[in-house]
């Protein structure tokens, strides 16, 4: 028998600050925001009922991908803790 405790999502760590991310790609006309984090600029779009996280180069083309289910799960493993903003909305 599996352990359902480990398939429950996480809380966010910071619910206004996915809140604002949240919001920021909900007015975005083509869902697709830049994040900086440490100077390292990423980028957050929606795939469908999913969302993509990536990081791209100096190039601003994207250099590794990963698929989350949620914005929450993105700011948790990602993103609290370290010095961000939201550097565009495209």
């Known amino acids: 028998m ?10 966010p760590l910071n619910g206004p600050a996915v809140k604002i991310l949240e919001d920021a790609l909900g007015k975005s006309p ?15 779009s929606r795939a469908g009922r999913w969302f993509k996280f990536s ?4 190039k601003n083309t994207v250099k590794r991908s990963t698929i989350f289910q949620t914005i929450t799960e993105i700011y948790n493993q990602s993103i609290h803790g370290q010095a961000w903003r939201i550097a565009a909305i495209i």
Do not use: F, H, V
């Open 2 to 11: 599996k352990d359902d405790k480990n398939l429950r999502p996480m809380p």
């Open 30 to 44: 083509n869902k697709i925001i830049r994040i900086e984090i440490n100077d390292t600029i990423y980028e957050l």
């Open 55 to 58: 990081l791209l180069t100096k």
